[in-house]
């Protein structure tokens, strides 16, 4: 066993499933272990690579910036802050303009349903089963998974979970309390699930009419990952809150809760974050922006994502239930449990993850090469040939 798994095995907390591999170096869609052995990375940091590893706009920003200042809280101005909030405020739909800075997903939704009992004084949410919304309490209040929310009881009370692209669930689940609704436009972690247009569109008319603030989780699904900018996108539907994290700042640390009017200004110390909104992440989610406008990626990502599904369509294997996804994040609905499948990939130099029990995801960074989707799709095949 290599010296950095017998390090690792001996301090990690336990918490996650390791692979044997460790990885030291990557480029684009590509990363490379310790011996040197080459993976295709279809994980690509649960969806943070989406500019690809050592992407050249990320890493001249961080070293600019690194040499002028690396932290400044937000209760002082700073120009990278400032240029950041006048981008979001362009690439988010015209009722938000304001941008709360975190460091990860689950504080993003943290921080929207604290802002949502803020501004509405109503303490209970729907969320919709197979969700994941993070793992701190009120996330994981919201999060459906028995198996994340169960050693962890009791978690914040109000929380109600209904089914996925179910309109009638959630208006009979509305009463006085109800604050808001919380939804991924695409459920990731809960299996590649994709929301259709009318739950949208039925959802958003249902909370204008009820007066909740309806709040997407965008978290995985942002910044092309599904072939638009946002998936919301999709359905020209708008949230009153948009969650963002994971690829915003090309692998560097960052959460953001964008809203606006309904929600309004948050009192003063109503809430608060030390390292969000620093000025080196800022400057490298502006450099990941610009690069993902530059390239195209939302665009690359509806071809090549299109293309990915087809070709694994066409994989003739009993074990596959069904292939879908939107943009470049995919899933194979296997009739068996999906780790094996990501253990034997491994073995292929491959590198994928599951999602949920049975299903195998598929979430390369946006930088991939079709080429390399081929070579994918022939590993793909061959572990599944390999079991019928
Ligand atoms: C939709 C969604 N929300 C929230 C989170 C939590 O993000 P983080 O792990 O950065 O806290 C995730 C992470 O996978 C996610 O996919």
């Given at each position: 066993m290599s010296r950095i798994i017998e390090i690792e095995n001996r301090y990690s907390p336990g918490c996650y499933s390791m692979r044997d591999i460790a990885i030291v170096r990557g480029e684009g869609a590509i990363v490379w272990d310790e011996n040197g052995e080459r993976y295709i990375d279809c994980v690509a940091g649960f969806g943070v690579a989406n500019i690809g590893h050592a992407n050249p706009y990320v890493i001249k920003a961080i070293n600019e910036q690194a040499n002028?200042?690396?932290?400044?809280?937000?209760?002082?101005?700073?120009?990278?802050?400032?240029?950041?909030?006048?981008?979001?405020?362009?690439?988010?739909?015209?009722?938000?303009?304001?941008?709360?800075?975190?460091?990860?997903?689950?504080?993003?939704?943290?921080?929207?349903?604290?802002?949502?009992?803020?501004?509405t004084g109503k303490t209970e949410f729907i969320a919709a089963n197979r969700s994941f919304h993070g793992r701190t309490f009120g996330a994981?209040?919201?999060?459906?998974?028995?198996?994340?929310?169960?050693?962890?009881?009791?978690?914040?009370?109000?929380?109600?979970?209904?089914?996925?692209?179910?309109?009638?669930?959630?208006?009979?689940?509305?009463?006085?309390?109800t604050a808001g609704v919380i939804v991924e436009i695409v459920q990731g972690e809960g299996g590649i699930h994709i929301g259709n247009k009318d739950y949208f569109l039925s959802l958003r008319k249902i909370c204008d009419e009820k007066g909740l603030i309806l709040i997407f989780d965008e978290i995985q699904t942002g910044f092309g990952r599904t072939g638009k900018m946002f998936a919301y996108q999709h359905h020209n539907v708008y949230p009153d809150i948009l969650c963002i994290a994971k690829s915003i700042a090309g692998g560097i640390p960052m959460g953001v809760v964008c809203f606006g009017e309904k929600i309004g200004e948050i009192p003063r110390g109503a809430h608060g974050s030390t390292f969000g909104g620093n000025p080196l992440v800022c400057a490298a989610a502006l450099a990941a922006i610009k690069y993902i406008e530059d390239f195209n990626l939302p665009e690359k990502?509806?071809?090549?994502?299109?293309?990915?599904?087809?070709?694994?369509?066409?994989?003739?294997?009993?074990?596959?239930?069904?292939?879908?996804?939107?943009?470049?994040?995919?899933?194979?609905?296997?009739?068996?449990?999906?780790?094996?499948?990501?253990?034997?990939?491994?073995?292929?130099?491959?590198?994928?993850?599951?999602?949920?029990?049975?299903?195998?995801?598929?979430?390369?960074?946006?930088?991939?090469?079709?080429?390399?989707?081929?070579?994918?799709?022939?590993?793909?095949?061959?572990?599944?040939?390999?079991?019928?």
């Open positions: 002028k200042l690396i932290t400044c809280p937000s209760v002082f101005y700073n120009d990278k802050r400032a240029e950041l909030m006048k981008k979001l405020d362009d690439i988010t739909p015209e009722n938000i303009n304001r941008f709360f800075f975190c460091n990860s997903g689950t504080e993003a939704d943290e921080g929207a349903l604290k802002f949502v009992r803020l501004a994981l209040s919201a999060t459906w998974a028995e198996k994340f929310r169960k050693p962890f009881m009791p978690l914040v009370p109000g929380f109600y979970h209904v089914p996925y692209n179910n309109i009638e669930a959630i208006a009979e689940k509305i009463n006085e309390k990502a509806d071809e090549l994502g299109k293309y990915f599904i087809q070709r694994l369509k066409e994989i003739n294997s009993k074990l596959i239930r069904e292939v879908r996804g939107l943009g470049l994040l995919i899933g194979i609905e296997l009739k068996k449990r999906s780790f094996e499948y990501v253990r034997k990939l491994l073995n292929h130099k491959i590198l994928a993850n599951p999602a949920g029990p049975t299903v195998l995801r598929l979430m390369p960074p946006l930088v991939i090469k079709k080429d390399q989707i081929d070579e994918v799709v022939e590993k793909v095949e061959k572990v599944l040939k390999e079991d019928g």
